[in-house]
T-cell receptor, first 115, second 116 residues
Framework: DAGVIQSPRHEVTEMGQEVTLRCKPISGHDYLFWYRQTMMRGLELLIYFNNNVPIDDSGMPEDRFSAKMPNASFSTLKIQPSEPRDSAVYFC?????????????FGPGTRLTVT | GESVGLHLPTLSVQEGDNSIINCAYSNSASDYFIWYKQESGKGPQFIIDIRSNMDKRQGQRVTVLLNKTVKHLSLQIAATQPGDSAVYFCAENIPPRRGGYNKLIFGAGTRLAVHP
């Protein structure tokens, strides 16, 4: 299995531009999570989906952030307009049923720099 | 991706020594705990987990201890190797109340530096 795939791996953009981060979860996993990691705040859960439906978006910072999961194999996290304080590493993770194990499998992350 | 940077607590050990990484969790209702390892440039990777009805679990070179009385979790790494150098995160699962979903909350992390 290829694991969780994220693209791009690095993104540099100017303030005010739209940024779209992409994620392909592990095939068969029905939960998908978006996290943000910064030095100041550590690893923060932004939103997660179950069977393509958003379940908890309480971690989304503000209306500039939106996430979609149009099908079981693809999700996007969009920031519009982007700001310098959005600079962080964004991780996507996926997991299977939340039963015996809650292990989440993380992608390699997208390092976003907003200048 | 990059691991969290400069302001993490750091544990420095000599190669071959045993390492103990500690974590205090917040919610007495948490029923499941995971330790993750994050190497530079990579996403967090599962190491070992433990349920709240256990107080100890062993894996290959790693042991997790759970003390629910003081809400404390530790990860012990035996015979630490240079490849163990990374940031280690504990995570607690908070079960839902009256329906809803589980929530995994990550700690701030500890950097382990292994010296030859």
């Amino acid at each position: 299995d290829a694991g969780v795939i994220q693209s791009p791996r690095h993104e540099v953009t100017e303030m005010g531009q739209e940024v779209t981060l992409r994620c392909k979860p592990i095939s068969g996993h029905d939960y998908l999570f978006w996290y943000r990691q910064t030095m100041m705040r550590g690893l923060e859960l932004l939103i997660y989906f179950n069977n393509n439906v958003p379940i908890d978006d309480s971690g989304m910072p503000e209306d500039r952030f939106s996430a979609k999961m149009p099908n079981a194999s693809f999700s996007t996290l969009k920031i519009q307009p982007s700001e310098p304080r959005d600079s962080a590493v964004y991780f996507c993770a996926s997991s299977t049923r939340q039963g015996a194990s809650y292990e989440q499998y993380f992608g390699p992350g997208t390092r976003l720099t907003v200048t | 991706g990059e691991s969290v940077g400069l302001h993490l607590p750091t544990l420095s050990v000599q190669e071959g020594d045993n390492s103990i990484i500690n974590c205090a969790y917040s919610n007495s209702a948490s029923d499941y705990f995971i330790w993750y390892k994050q190497e530079s440039g990579k996403g967090p990777q599962f190491i070992i987990d433990i349920r709240s009805n256990m107080d100890k679990r062993q894996g290959q070179r790693v042991t997790v201890l759970l003390n629910k009385t003081v809400k404390h979790l530790s990860l012990q790494i035996a015979a630490t190797q240079p490849g163990d150098s990374a940031v280690y995160f504990c995570a607690e699962n908070i079960p839902p109340r009256r329906g809803g979903y589980n929530k995994l909350i990550f700690g701030a992390g500890t950097r382990l530096a292994v010296h030859p």
